[in-house]
């Protein structure tokens, strides 16, 4: 099997302000390394704003996944969203929330990590599990440490506090990744599982 069909990849990965501050850093760097996936470059940082604002994508498409998502939370608990944040535009709240995503992710240090293993970017996505912990599967980091909800958050006018943050796709992951490390500062090593699999 060539290198390419094997789909070595890298993915940026964080352990969010909530994250760190509940001591949880330890338990998800065991998890990535038991699943046999490598940490390349790991690194605690306190993100400047300018640099959240860099770091998660502002294009309409992204702004209005967001908005959507919001407005049919408020729609299944019967919540006006007039009234509750003061519009009920889709692109308006997906900025708002933004925001929110902005205040919580400058809230406190954050574990960055760049991680690399073969389909690394899908496998570290199901090891966070689903965005809304009260959602996301039994086993997976989010699915086993928060019970947090889109009504919770939205009513305390905040973001999900949903522990760690992990690159979609390559394109994303090739941007955090940029963003946040330095060639030089990313390690090459062998895990004693490519021996095995390779
Ligand atoms: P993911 O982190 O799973 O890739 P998104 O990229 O859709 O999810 O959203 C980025 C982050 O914004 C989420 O992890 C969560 O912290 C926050 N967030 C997303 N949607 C909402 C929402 N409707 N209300 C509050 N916070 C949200
Ligand atoms: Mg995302």
Same mark, same amino acid.
């Given at each position: 099997?060539?290198?390419?069909? +094997?789909?070595? /990849?890298?993915t940026f990965m964080m352990v969010k *302000?909530?994250g760190v %501050?509940r001591g949880l850093a330890g338990e998800i760097i065991r998890r990535i390394e038991q699943r046999g996936l490598k940490i390349i470059a790991c690194s605690l940082?306190?993100?400047?704003? @300018?640099?959240?604002?860099?770091?998660?994508?502002?294009?309409?498409?992204?702004? %209005?996944?967001?908005?959507?998502? $919001?407005?049919? $939370?408020?729609?299944?608990?019967?919540?006006? *969203?007039?009234?509750?944040?003061? $519009?009920?535009?889709?692109?308006?709240?997906?900025?708002?929330?933004?925001?929110?995503? +902005?205040?919580?992710?400058?809230? =406190?240090?954050v574990l960055k990590m760049v991680i690399e293993g &073969?389909?690394a970017?899908?496998?570290v996505?199901?090891l966070c599990? $689903?965005?809304?912990? +009260?959602?996301?599967?039994? =086993?997976?980091i989010? =699915?086993d440490f928060?019970?947090?909800?889109?009504? @919770?958050?939205?009513?305390?006018?905040? @973001?999900?506090?949903?522990l760690v943050h992990a690159?979609?796709?390559?394109? /994303? @992951?090739?941007? /955090?990744?940029?963003?946040?490390?330095?060639?030089?500062?990313?390690?090459?090593?062998?895990r &004693?599982?490519?021996?095995?699999?390779?």
């Open positions: 099997m060539t290198k390419s069909v +094997l789909r070595e /990849e890298r *302000p909530d %501050r940082a306190a993100p400047k704003r @300018a640099e959240i604002d860099k770091h998660y994508p502002k294009d309409a498409k992204w702004i %209005r996944r967001v908005g959507e998502k $919001t407005l049919s $939370t408020f729609a299944q608990y019967n919540i006006n *969203p007039k009234k509750e944040i003061g $519009t009920d535009d889709i692109e308006k709240i997906g900025r708002i929330v933004r925001e929110w995503l +902005l205040d919580y992710m400058t809230s =406190g240090p &073969v389909h970017i899908d496998m996505r199901k599990g $689903t965005t809304i912990p +009260l959602a996301a599967e039994l =086993g997976s989010r =699915g928060s019970a947090d909800s889109p009504i @919770a958050a939205q009513s305390a006018m905040r @973001a999900i506090h949903n690159s979609e796709n390559i394109d /994303e @992951a090739n941007h /955090e990744i940029k963003l946040w490390f330095k060639s030089a500062d990313l390690h090459s090593y062998r &004693v599982e490519e021996e095995l699999m390779i």
